[in-house]
C-alpha cells in the first residue's frame, strides 16, 4: 500500500511537474509572444520616426531655400539700394571688406579709386588680378568697374553713346559705305515685346547678353545656370533668325544695339579661343589647314628651327590665313569678320553702339532705356559675371602685344586693312600696333 501510495504520490508529482513545465512552457511561449509584440510595435514606430524624420528634412531644405532666395532678394535689393555691388569678388571676401570699401567709396566718390585700392591691396594675388590693376590704373575701361547708377554716370553713358554715333556716321560718310553693305538679319536676335534689337558679335561680350536674351525669352534663371545646352541654342529656340523684311519692321520700333570691342583684342580673344587650344572639331580642322599652308619649312641646308611650334597655327599664321583670306574674297567667320560687314553699322541706324570697354555702364543703360530693369538687372550669377566680362577680357587686353610681337610691320599693315575701318567706325586707335610689331623680317 505504502508503495501505491508512493507510486501515486510521485504519478501526482509527476502530474504536477509535467503541469508546470506545461504552465511553463505556455508561459514562455506568452513571453515570446509578449517579446515579438514590441518588436512589431517598434517597427511601426520605427517607421514613424523615420516618416517624421524625413518630413522634417524636406521642411528644413525647403526652408533653407526659402531663406538663400529671400537673402539673394535682399541682397539684391541692397545692391540696388546704393549699396556696391560686389559681385566682382569672392562673397566670403567681399563680406569682409565691405565696410571699408563703402567708406573709401563715399570718401572719394571715383570709382577707380576704389577699385584699385581694391586691387593693390591684394599684391600676393595672382597675376590675373595684377593685370586687371593695370588695365584699371590705365583707366582704360570701365569693365567690372564697382559700377553704381547715378545721374551723373547715366548722363555720361548718353554723352559718349551721342558722340560714338556721330563718329560713326561720320566716318560712314568719309569712306562712302552708308547703305554699301546689306544689313545681315540672320544674326540678329529680335524681341519686339520687350522692344530690343541685337546684332550679336561674337568675342565680344555676348555671352552675357545672350544670358540677357534668354532671360527675356522666359527661361528660369536656375535652368540657365544647370543646363547644359548651349546658351545660343536655347536663345535661337525663343529669337529664330528674323528675315531682312522683319528686321527692317521692327528696327523703326525697337531699340537696336551692337557691342563692340577694340578689334585686335577680339581677333586675339578669337584667336585664344578657336585656334590656341583646338578643341573643337572644326576649327581642330581650320587649324591643321592654316599650318598646312602657312607654316614656314625649314630651308635645306639651313639648321632645323631652334624653336618649338605648337600643333595648332601661330597667331602669326593664323593672321597670314587671314590676309590670303580676305585678298581671296573669302567669307569670314562670324568669330573674326570685321563689324562694318557683319552688323552693317553703316546700312542699319543702331540706336546704341554699347562697348566691351564700358560693358556694365553701356548695358545697364540699354537695360533702363528698354525699361527692362525687373527682368534683367542684377540678374547675373555671380560666378558668370567674373568669367565673361572681366578676366577674359583684361587677360586679352595685356596678352595683345605679345601676340602682335610675333609679327612685322608688313602683315601688321595688311590685316590693318581689314580691320582698319572697324577701328575708326567705333573710336579706337590702332597706331600703338606698330610699337609692339618686329621691325623687319627674317626672310626664310
Ligand atoms: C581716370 O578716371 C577717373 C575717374 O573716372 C578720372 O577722374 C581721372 O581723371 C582719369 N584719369 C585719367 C588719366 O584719365
Ligand atoms: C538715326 O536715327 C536717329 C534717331 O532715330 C536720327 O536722329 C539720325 O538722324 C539717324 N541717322 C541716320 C544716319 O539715319
Ligand atoms: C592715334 O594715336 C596716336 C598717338 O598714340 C596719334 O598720333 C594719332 O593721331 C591717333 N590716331 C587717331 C586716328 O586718332
Known amino acids: 500500500m505504502a508503495s501505491h501510495g508512493q507510486q501515486q504520490k510521485s504519478y501526482q508529482q509527476y502530474h504536477q511537474n509535467r503541469h508546470h513545465h506545461q504552465y511553463h512552457y505556455q508561459q514562455h511561449q506568452k513571453k515570446r509572444k509578449m517579446n515579438l509584440m514590441p518588436i512589431k510595435l517598434n517597427r511601426r514606430r520605427f517607421y514613424l520616426c523615420l516618416k517624421v524624420m524625413l518630413l522634417f528634412v524636406v521642411f528644413g531644405l525647403y526652408f533653407v531655400l ?4 529671400s537673402m539673394t532678394a535682399f541682397s539684391s535689393n541692397r545692391m540696388k539700394a546704393g549699396v556696391k555691388s560686389e559681385a566682382h569678388k569672392p562673397p566670403a571676401e567681399g563680406r569682409l571688406a565691405r565696410p571699408a570699401k563703402s567708406a573709401l567709396h563715399h570718401k572719394h566718390h571715383n570709382h577707380w579709386a576704389v577699385a584699385s585700392q581694391h586691387a593693390s591691396s591684394r599684391e600676393s594675388a595672382d597675376s590675373d588680378q595684377k593685370q586687371l590693376a593695370v588695365a584699371i590704373a590705365e583707366n582704360h575701361s570701365t569693365l567690372n ?3 553704381e547708377y547715378s545721374e551723373e554716370l547715366n548722363a555720361a553713358a548718353e554723352a559718349d553713346f551721342n558722340e560714338r554715333r556721330s563718329v560713326l556716321w561720320n566716318v560712314c560718310a568719309d569712306h562712302r559705305i552708308i547703305g554699301k553693305y546689306p544689313p545681315n538679319a540672320w544674326e540678329f536676335f529680335i524681341s519686339p515685346g520687350h522692344g530690343l534689337a541685337w546684332c550679336n558679335i561674337f568675342k565680344a561680350a555676348s555671352s552675357t ?14 535652368f540657365l545656370q544647370r543646363t547644359r545646352s548651349s546658351p545660343i541654342d536655347l536663345a535661337r529656340k525663343r529669337f529664330p533668325r528674323p528675315s ?10 525697337t531699340i537696336s544695339f551692337l557691342i563692340v570691342r577694340e578689334p585686335f583684342e577680339r581677333l586675339v580673344s578669337a584667336y585664344r579661343n578657336k585656334l590656341e587650344g583646338c578643341r573643337n572639331k572644326y576649327y581642330k580642322l581650320l587649324g591643321e589647314q592654316i599650318v598646312k599652308r602657312f607654316r614656314k619649312k625649314p630651308k635645306e641646308g639651313s639648321k632645323p628651327v631652334s ?8 597667331f602669326r599664321e593664323f593672321l597670314e590665313f587671314l590676309v590670303a583670306h580676305y585678298k581671296s574674297g573669302g567669307r569670314f567667320d562670324e568669330h573674326w569678320s570685321p563689324v ?11 540706336t546704341l553702339i554699347a562697348k566691351v570697354e564700358t560693358f556694365q555702364r553701356d548695358s545697364e543703360y540699354i537695360i533702363r532705356q528698354a525699361g527692362l530693369e525687373t527682368l534683367l538687372l542684377n540678374k547675373l550669377p555671380r560666378s558668370r559675371m567674373r568669367t565673361i566680362t572681366n578676366r577674359a577680357a583684361s587677360n ?17 599693315t595688311e590685316v590693318l586693312e581689314i580691320y582698319q575701318l572697324d577701328f575708326e567706325l567705333f573710336g579706337y586707335n590702332s597706331t600703338k600696333y606698330y610699337s609692339y610689331v618686329q621691325d623687319s623680317i627674317e626672310e626664310g
Open 145 to 147: 568697374p564697382v559700377y
Open 66 to 69: 526659402l531663406l538663400r532666395e
Open 307 to 314: 624653336r618649338k611650334y605648337p600643333k595648332g597655327p601661330t
Open 209 to 222: 547678353w545672350m544670358y540677357y536674351f534668354n532671360l527675356l525669352g522666359g527661361y528660369d534663371i536656375r
Open 396 to 412: 586679352t587686353r595685356n596678352l595683345t602685344p605679345r601676340y602682335f610681337s610675333q609679327i612685322d610691320e608688313r602683315l601688321l
Open 244 to 253: 531682312t523684311a522683319e528686321l527692317n519692321d521692327y528696327l523703326s520700333n
Open 340 to 350: 562694318y560687314s557683319f552688323c552693317t553699322p553703316c546700312s542699319i541706324n543702331f
